[in-house]
């Protein structure tokens, strides 16, 4: 048995790909969000930090950017919108809230938390709708 060493190639290559592809996406979970995404939609996001590569900086995000973070409140990452920024202590801090949700998270963002951004195109957020239920489902979620 002859081993194709190109072809071994090409589906390592593949796998890579579909690997970083999988770690740039991110189900919703609630409908926190709604109407800019609902659950069981897929977003489009960028990391804070994969495998050591910066694609943006914490410290750069606005008012008006979705942004995934460690909340202090919560034990998994929670999807939610800028909506204002304090300066405590010399630190910028940011104020996020839920979309759906009547007010702002409990407690201020630390840049640090801030784990990914929701990427946007032009001014809409990049969102593949519904084909994250099944990985709800397969988490009993």
């Keep these: ?3 194709d060493y190109k072809e071994m190639a090409s ?5 890579i790909i579909v690997l970083i592809a999988a770690q740039h ?10 109407p800019a995404f609902y659950r069981g939609d897929i977003v489009l ?6 495998f050591g590569i910066s694609e943006f900086n914490p410290e750069d995000v606005e008012v008006g950017d979705v942004v995934v973070y460690d909340a202090a409140w919560y ?5 939610h919108r ?3 920024t304090a300066d405590i202590n010399g630190t910028t801090m940011y104020v996020i809230k839920g ?11 630390n840049p640090s938390q801030i ?27």
């Design 1 to 3: 048995m002859d081993i």
């Design 11 to 15: 589906y390592v290559i593949i796998l």
């Design 25 to 34: 996406l991110n189900v919703v979970v609630s409908g926190s969000m709604e």
């Design 45 to 50: 996001v960028e990391k804070a930090d994969l």
């Design 75 to 79: 034990d998994q990452p929670v999807i």
């Design 82 to 84: 800028i909506i204002g």
């Design 99 to 109: 979309d759906n949700n009547n007010s702002p998270d409990p407690y201020y963002v």
């Design 115 to 141: 784990k990914e951004k929701v990427v946007t195109f032009g001014d809409n957020l990049v969102v593949i709708p519904k084909i994250g239920y099944l990985s709800l489902w397969l988490r009993g979620l």
